[in-house]
């Protein structure tokens, strides 16, 4: 059983950043592929940015990119989510997902085995 921690969210204002950290228990977290999610209120969770199990592939959903960015300390089990010149439209919880597969470019809810409890992150106009 893996837990995730997520901290670092709170209210910023537009063109501001935050960094979000993602803290796993287990040994076994340098083989997850991590991920971040985000649901917006009355929408679906969607598909931020996922990181292999080295850091060396990433990707990113479109709205994101060029903006956010993902990183990964595997001695520090700790998965980050930087993210630069934020938009109101970027305001949500934020989740952090690991999966055992160490699959490389996954985007669905349905591809991860385990979450956290979300950080939100309010985007001030």
């Known amino acids: 059983q893996v837990q995730l921690v997520e901290s670092g969210g709170g209210l910023v204002q537009a063109g501001g950043s935050l960094r979000l950290s993602c803290a796993a228990s287990?040994?076994?977290?340098?083989?997850?592929?991590m991920g971040w999610f985000r649901q917006a209120p009355g929408k679906e969770r969607e598909f931020v940015a996922v990181?292999?199990?080295?850091?060396?592939?990433?990707y990113y959903t479109d709205s994101v990119k060029g903006r956010f960015t993902i990183s990964r300390d595997n001695a520090k089990n700790t998965v980050y989510l930087q993210m630069n010149s934020l938009k109101p439209e970027d305001t949500a919880v934020y989740y952090c997902?690991?999966?055992?597969?160490?699959?490389?470019?996954?985007?669905?809810?349905?591809?991860?085995?385990?979450w956290g409890q979300g950080t939100q992150v309010t985007v001030s106009s």
């Open positions: 997902a690991a999966d055992r597969g160490m699959r490389v470019r996954i985007t669905t809810i349905a591809d991860y085995d385990y």
């Open positions: 287990g040994r076994t977290f340098s083989s997850y592929t």
């Open positions: 990181s292999s199990w080295s850091g060396g592939k990433t």
